[in-house]
């Protein structure tokens, strides 16, 4: 199976008919049809690391001040705890704690409703912990590429652009310059299949400071970035911005296909 990384915006896009959320169908229409999917969702932040272990995940609404219309969205999607398991036992150290009480934030079900809109398909999510570095979950992807091979869908939702305290309220799909710069450098550095820098001194500069003020957006994309190979292949089925400080870029990494 492809991995990809998938920038998600407002939780509005759930409810809206636009460019970004047509992308995402088109994205459904042309990806292979996994096993399951498991979701990196930048919000799910916790101590240790735990990964959804339930038949029947609930539809969380983790959020406030928005319409009634996004409260009263539900993703119906099946879990899977023996691949939970499997998870588990694949990765023994860090220990893979088995969760009860998670389900489906909005990480999830606001792109994988378009997407997957039948929501066939079982999903689980893996959440991130806070306490450990950048190079942690990088290499935690590592240990998830494994699971590619089985069918399941390696998915990150966050953001590489992600400030919310420099929203530009009155330009819905502008950039500021700063925004522009950092997803431009990542993009290029990507595309050089040079990582180290996205995990410590591109985030030390002005541009990556303003872009990464907290890492929780940013660490799905290091997921991504681990359970990737050499032999894949990089393109960007999305890019734009939203509200002048988020980027909707978005990766996908697969298998180099020849005729």
């Known amino acids: 199976m492809p991995t990809l990384f998938v920038g998600h915006g407002s939780p509005m896009n759930a409810l809206a008919e636009n460019n970004f959320t047509q992308s995402l169908n088109r994205l459904g229409q042309t990806l292979p049809r996994p096993k399951a999917i498991l979701m990196i969702s930048a919000h799910w932040l916790t101590a240790g690391t735990w990964v959804t272990h339930m038949p029947n995940p609930k539809t969380i609404h983790d959020f ?11 993703y119906p999607a099946v879990g899977d705890p023996k691949l939970a398991e499997q998870i588990q036992s694949l990765i023994p150290k860090p220990k893979v704690q088995l969760d009860q009480a998670w389900g489906f934030d909005h990480g999830t079900w606001s792109i994988l409703k378009h997407i997957y809109p039948k929501a066939d398909i079982p999903v689980l999510q893996l959440s991130i912990d806070m306490s450990e570095p950048p190079e942690f979950h990088f290499e935690l992807g590592k240990k ?88 894949d292949q990089l393109t960007f089925p999305i890019e734009g911005y939203e509200l002048g400080s988020i980027s909707l870029r978005s990766l996908i990494f697969d298998k180099k296909t020849t005729n």
């Open 64 to 74: 406030y001040g928005f319409p009634k219309a996004l409260f009263d969205v539900q």
């Open 144 to 231: 998830l590429r494994a699971l590619r091979k089985l069918g399941v869908l390696i998915m990150g939702s966050g953001n590489i652009v992600h400030n919310l305290r420099q929203i530009a309220w009155g330009d819905p799909n502008g950039a500021l310059p700063w925004a522009i710069e950092f997803d431009s450098e990542v993009k290029q550095h990507l595309e050089k299949r040079d990582y180290k820098p996205l995990m410590g001194e591109l985030l030390q500069t002005p541009a990556g400071r303003l872009s990464v003020p907290t890492p929780d957006h940013y660490y799905p994309l290091l997921y991504i970035l681990g359970a990737s190979d050499e032999s």
